[in-house]
T-cell receptor, first 118, second 109 residues
């Protein structure tokens, strides 16, 4: 259980275009999903927390107009990188919060999307 | 401030045991997570501790001491496939994960 999918796995786009990344919880409902980016050899950096039915909460320094997040249903959150530039090239990873059998909550990660902006 | 410390890199031998330490300082505490991340892939969940003590899961065990703000991940009978980065993350009072920078574990034959 607790499988999270992400699509696409890799995308190459031209500078100035927009890219949409989908994150789906396949076998559970996730009221909260998280979007991270990770640069090579660095740790995960939380970009925003996505809550179903409400606006996303962005971390300091993350432009909400550039990284549009829509949590349309309990199983789907999307991240749109608008007017992408080469510096947006990164590994984008989503995670969804799920309850474990022990009653705790943990995050399960999607496989990630590698974005390259030319 | 909130902070997670773990070693940057460790090297161990196939078949041996390795312990990866993590210390944390957070505003409130709702548990300590360990994740494994292979190069170029997303992290995968390994363990969760919220009470003091040792949790064992096969070859992997995780320990927590809340009073010391300390955890470790113990890997036994190391295999080459265990070469990866191991991320320690503490959950604060707002249920947000505070991430360490990760420990790169290199396994040698």
């Amino acid at each position: 259980g607790a499988v999270v999918s992400q699509h696409p796995s890799r995308v190459i786009c031209k500078s100035g275009t927009s890219v949409k990344i989908e994150c789906r919880s396949l076998d559970f409902q996730a009221t909260t999903m998280f979007w991270y980016r990770q640069f090579p050899k660095q740790s995960l950096m939380l970009m925003a927390t996505s809550n179903e039915g409400s606006k996303a909460t962005y971390e300091q320094g993350v432009e909400k107009d550039k990284f549009l997040i829509n949590h349309a249903s309990l199983t789907l959150s999307t991240l749109t990188v608008t007017s992408a530039h080469p510096e947006d090239s990164s590994f984008y990873i989503c995670s969804a919060k799920a309850s474990t059998s022990g009653g705790s909550e943990t995050q399960y990660f999607g496989p990630g999307t590698r974005l390259l902006v030319l | 401030g909130q902070n997670i410390d773990q070693p940057t890199e460790m090297t161990a031998t196939e078949g041996a045991i390795v312990q990866i330490n993590c210390t944390y300082q957070t505003s409130g505490f709702n548990g300590l997570f360990w994740y494994q991340q292979h190069a170029g892939e997303a992290p995968t969940f390994l363990s969760y501790n919220v009470l003091d003590g040792l949790e064992e899961k096969g070859r992997f065990s995780s320990f927590l001491s809340r009073s010391k703000g300390y955890s470790y991940l113990l890997l036994k009978e190391l295999q080459m496939k265990d070469s990866a980065s191991y991320l320690c993350a503490a959950m604060d009072s707002n249920y947000q994960l505070i991430w360490g920078a990760g420990t790169k574990l290199i396994i040698k034959p």
